[in-house]
């Protein structure tokens, strides 16, 4: 399993918590409240990224039954495929060929890790169990609109997952634009927050935030950690990174920003 997937009975835990210790809001709303200045103390709200099939299987019924909405970003170009994703791809071919010369996804045009993958990739692929496919395949076209649009928003999270510095200004604007619009077209509904893929500082920048400005998307989020207090950059807000090693007091830790607080005063980079 993926260091940033969260156990099934940990997201049940962390749904109990927040129910009873925040106040839940999508984000679009929380993004407007930010704004307006009317944002409840403790406010949070819940972000998935890439748009795996688990996030429908598994994640949408417990935000059913504890009546928690959430926002899921979508990688569009494999929401359409179906294919794994590249960074995926890359850490099967490294388990199953430790000595092929295979480029740094966070360092290389993801055209080039695609191509680098695709010579490897079949003889892999053709090795995963039906677990491992299922367990990291992405939601179809078909599921994405299954699912319910009065607790779950949807967003743009590009069209391949392209870390945007590795990319051209063209390609970069190419996978705001193309991504934001398919998600409109999927959901029948504009486009409210964007997540860039990465995210950390550098990753992305103006090239980003004036794609979204033409598309009408008034915020994105980023993978930095930390809280956001008005008056921000709406085009770079933070989030609570939760993974697969936060327990519960970490993940406590980590919701009340108590634990960034320790770290940034010791120098020490949030994971």
């Given at each position: 399993?993926?260091?940033?997937f969260v156990?099934?009975s940990?997201?049940?835990?962390q749904?109990?918590?927040?129910?009873?210790?925040t106040?839940?809001?999508?984000?679009?709303?929380g993004?407007?409240?930010?704004?307006?200045?009317?944002?409840?103390?403790g406010?949070?709200?819940?972000?998935?990224d890439?748009g795996?099939?688990?996030?429908l299987q598994?994640?949408a019924p417990?935000?059913?039954?504890?009546?928690?909405?959430?926002?899921?970003f979508?990688s569009?170009?494999?929401i359409?495929?179906g294919e794994?994703?590249?960074?995926?791809?890359l850490k099967?071919?490294r388990?199953?060929?430790?000595?092929?010369?295979?480029?740094?996804?966070?360092?290389?045009?993801?055209d080039?890790?695609?191509?680098?993958?695709?010579a490897?990739?079949?003889?892999?692929?053709?090795?995963l169990?039906?677990?491992?496919?299922?367990?990291?395949?992405?939601?179809t076209?078909?599921e994405?609109?299954a699912l319910d649009?009065?607790?779950?928003?949807l967003?743009?999270?590009s069209h391949t997952h392209?870390?945007?510095?590795n990319?051209?200004?063209?390609?970069r604007?190419?996978e705001?634009?193309?991504?934001?619009?398919?998600?409109?077209?999927?959901?029948?509904?504009?486009?409210?927050?964007f997540?860039?893929?990465?995210?950390?500082?550098?990753d992305f920048?103006?090239?980003?935030?004036?794609?979204?400005?033409i598309?009408?998307?008034?915020?994105?989020?980023?993978g930095?950690?930390?809280?956001n207090?008005?008056?921000?950059?709406?085009?770079e807000?933070?989030r609570y990174?939760v993974?697969?090693?936060?327990d519960?007091?970490?993940f406590?830790?980590?919701?009340s920003?108590?634990?960034?607080?320790?770290l940034?005063?010791?120098?020490?980079?949030?994971?």
């Open positions: 399993m993926p260091s940033y156990t099934r940990a997201f049940e835990f749904l109990e918590y927040l129910q009873r210790n106040t839940v809001l999508p984000l679009s709303d993004v407007k409240r930010l704004t307006e200045g009317t944002l409840p103390r406010a949070v709200s819940i972000t998935f890439d795996y099939a688990n996030n598994l994640a417990l935000l059913r039954q504890y009546g928690t909405p959430a926002s899921i979508l569009t170009d494999y359409e495929t794994l994703y590249p960074f995926l791809k099967f071919l388990l199953a060929h430790r000595d092929l010369p295979l480029p740094e996804y966070k360092s290389s045009p993801v080039t890790v695609r191509n680098a993958a695709a490897y990739w079949p003889e892999t692929e053709a090795k169990t039906n677990a491992q496919r299922e367990t990291l395949r992405p939601m076209v078909n994405v609109r649009s009065s607790l779950i928003e967003g743009a999270h392209a870390i945007a510095r990319e051209t200004p063209e390609r604007r190419d705001v634009q193309i991504s934001v619009r398919k998600v409109a077209e999927w959901t029948g509904r504009p486009q409210q927050v997540s860039y893929p990465n995210g950390e500082a550098g920048g103006d090239p980003e935030k004036q794609a979204l400005r598309e009408g998307v008034p915020a994105a989020v980023t930095i950690g930390g809280f207090r008005w008056p921000c950059d709406l085009f807000l933070k990174p993974t697969l090693y936060h519960e007091s970490r406590r830790a980590e919701v920003g108590f634990r960034t607080m320790l940034s005063m010791s120098g020490t980079r949030v994971l």
